[in-house]
């Protein structure tokens, strides 16, 4: 079974995207996270289940999309890093990913 981490930056994209959201509707921003949380759950057991990027290629990240969202990780050494949350419409760019990895990171088993 995959240990599941959360970098900093990632989490701060999803609170941001759900602060948004609960502007017009707070139980709307509420389900989001519960849905993102529940999809991120199935890495658990199945890392590798996230779809590749577009963008990137034959890169080692996928991505798991929970709409608006696309929650963005890598996964190896029975770990599974969320790297970054952006909304569905925006591109990615290779930058966006840059500095992810490091030391901010928060584990949720």
Request: net charge positive.
């Amino acid at each position: 079974m995959a240990e599941i981490i959360w970098a900093e930056p990632a989490l701060d994209e999803l609170e941001a995207v759900a602060g948004f959201i609960a502007r017009d509707n707070p139980l709307a921003a509420a389900a989001l996270i519960e849905r993102v949380f529940a999809h991120i759950e199935q890495l658990l057991l199945h890392p590798e289940s996230g779809s590749r990027l577009k963008e990137r290629g034959c890169s080692r990240y996928r991505q798991i999309v929970e709409p608006p969202c696309r929650v963005i990780y890598r996964c190896g050494n029975d770990q599974v890093v969320i790297v970054a949350v952006i909304r569905e419409e925006q591109r990615l760019r290779s930058v966006r990913l840059t500095g992810r990895d490091g030391p901010q990171q928060k584990k949720k088993k």
